[in-house]
């Protein structure tokens, strides 16, 4: 699953780099096209009006054009099965008119002559007559002739394309072309091409800026198209026109916002949904454990009592000791001692699944902390004398009166002197202070026996665990005495803590309240 989570978020960053390549791709495909339309309207406009110009110009003057042939093509074509001649000849003619040089504007000082061309394509058959090449527009005609004619504008525009170029090329640059001008162009062509992010232009003599330009112009390498314009008759390219995009890497994203917002957000969700799984199995995984450890401690711990309780009828029953009254009252003693410590465990199991579903009662007293501590003391007296332990108390607290339920809390102290006897290998040396800090007082067990690592520290008031270490599991416990604990200390608006090092021994904290 991890694997194919960083498999999709990896195609999922592929994808994402590649579709903004694309759209660089696109992007500079549509300004270039955009630019190149423009570069080409540009130059066209300026050809057209020459042209209209001219065009006026001629039909003003009516008078009669000298006329010439200057350009004529021949093909002759024999067919020998009907014997037919096919000659067709295409002329070109050119006729002449004088212009002024004013047209031209101060440029030119002579007056120039141009030209208007038209062609005349002749088309004719001649059947059953043996005539050879020589013979043709003499004294024969022909059997069939189609002749057509007509005007020759793209010669016309061609000339004239050529001759405006020269002239055009000496106008300063500025005059050929304004800055609003280019800037509606581009604006037009732009929208067209739905490239809707602001722009900047700017023509380029040989590499240095020319008065037309936009006024933010800056050239930057990567958001930067360049065509040239107005390029002259020879095909050197003087100008370059130049636009730039300064928001272009936003514009791109902002077409792939959308999409990529949606990948993320359901790439998180199973993220999401994929960690917490994950966690759910690791919980579910630790909680059997530790059941299964509660479980084999319960029945270690039921098992003693039972055998001994058999065990003890086992002997009642031997005739030897049913007369013996006081044997039987040994043993009968001991058979209600056993039932007493399975009494005990359930209620404790009892006690704190109760606690769970909050139906453990719990009424408050002003009670003297000291008092209570020393109580639970009591508590643990027997079996501290048999490790041959001690406890000693330095009671610092000057005001100890507090809110508190006395037996819970006498069974909290007596849990955590418990542990602190129970966890120390040697003879246990259990120290309790207690002092007041602001309107609390604080009370600080402290043992000197096997401590706890940083991550069991953080666990032991869960329900159920019990740190897992080879040389621990022979001491009792159903890793319940802390999670009760923790619950009653709760309960009583207090907060509980431990402190604690491997090997060194753990001090474990509780804060109280106190009366004002
Ligand atoms: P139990 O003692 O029945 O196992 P507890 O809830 O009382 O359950 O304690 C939980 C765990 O906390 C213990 O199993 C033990 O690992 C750790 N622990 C508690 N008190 C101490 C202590 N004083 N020193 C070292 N470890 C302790």
Excluded: C
Aim: hydrophobic share 35%; no cysteine; glycine share 4%.
């Amino acid at each position: 699953m991890s694997l194919s989570l960083i498999g999709i978020i990896l195609v999922q960053v592929y994808w994402f780099n590649t579709s903004f390549k694309n759209n660089d791709e696109q992007f500079r495909f549509h300004v270039t096209q955009v630019i190149g339309n423009v570069a080409d309207k540009l130059q066209k406009e300026e050809a057209f009006s020459f042209i209209d110009k001219y065009k006026k110009l001629r039909d003003s003057i009516g008078k009669e054009p000298e006329k010439s042939d200057f350009l004529e093509f021949g093909y002759y074509q024999r067919d020998s099965r009907t014997n037919e001649t096919i000659i067709y000849s295409n002329n070109i003619i050119s006729e002449d008119f004088n212009v002024s040089s004013s047209f031209f504007d101060k440029k030119i000082d002579s007056i120039k002559r141009l030209k208007n061309f038209s062609s005349k394509r002749v088309t004719e058959v001649y059947s059953n007559k043996d005539i050879d090449k020589s013979q043709i527009n003499k004294d024969i005609s022909p059997d069939i002739k189609i002749q057509k004619s007509g005007k020759l504008d793209i010669l016309e525009n061609a000339q004239f394309e050529i001759f405006f170029k020269d002239i055009a090329a000496a106008k300063p640059l500025q005059e050929r072309v304004s800055k609003e001008k280019l800037q509606k162009l581009l604006e037009k062509e732009l929208k067209e091409y739905e490239v809707r992010t602001p722009f900047e232009f700017g023509i380029y003599s040989n590499g240095l800026a020319t008065k037309v330009k936009s006024d933010r112009f800056k050239f930057d390498k990567n958001a930067t198209y360049s065509i040239p314009i107005f390029t002259d008759n020879e095909g050197n390219n003087k100008y370059e026109l130049l636009v730039s995009f300064p928001h272009k890497e936003r514009f791109l994203f902002s077409e792939l916002v959308g999409i990529t917002l949606l990948s993320v957000i359901f790439t998180l969700i199973i993220v999401i949904a994929y960690t917490s799984a994950l966690n759910q199995l690791i919980r579910q995984r630790q909680i059997s454990e530790i059941k299964t450890d509660f479980i084999n401690n319960m029945t270690h711990e039921f098992k003693t009592p039972i055998a001994t309780i058999n065990l003890a009828l086992d002997a009642i029953k031997n005739p030897k000791v049913i007369e013996d009254k006081e044997k039987i009252n040994r043993y009968l003693q001991m058979i209600r001692d056993e039932n007493k410590r399975m009494h005990a465990q359930v209620e404790n199991v009892l006690r704190i699944s109760k606690l769970e579903k909050k139906e453990l009662e719990i009424s408050k007293e002003s009670n003297a902390i000291h008092d209570i501590i020393e109580d639970a003391i009591e508590h643990v007296n027997l079996i501290i004398e048999d490790r041959q332990g001690t406890i000693t108390t330095h009671f610092e607290a000057s005001r100890d009166t507090v809110l508190i339920n006395d037996v819970h809390f006498t069974n909290v102290i007596v849990n955590i002197l418990d542990n602190a006897i129970k966890y120390s290998p040697e003879e246990p040396k259990i120290d309790i202070y207690t002092e007041n800090i602001k309107d609390f007082v604080i009370i600080k067990v402290k043992d000197q026996g096997l401590g706890m690592s940083k991550i069991a520290q953080k666990r032991i008031f869960e329900k159920f665990y019990r740190e897992h270490t080879g040389d621990l599991h022979n001491v009792k416990g159903h890793g319940l005495g802390l999670a009760y604990v923790k619950r009653i200390v709760e309960d009583h608006n207090g907060e509980i803590f431990v402190e604690s090092e491997k090997g060194k021994g753990s001090t474990f904290i509780i804060k109280i309240p106190l009366i004002n």
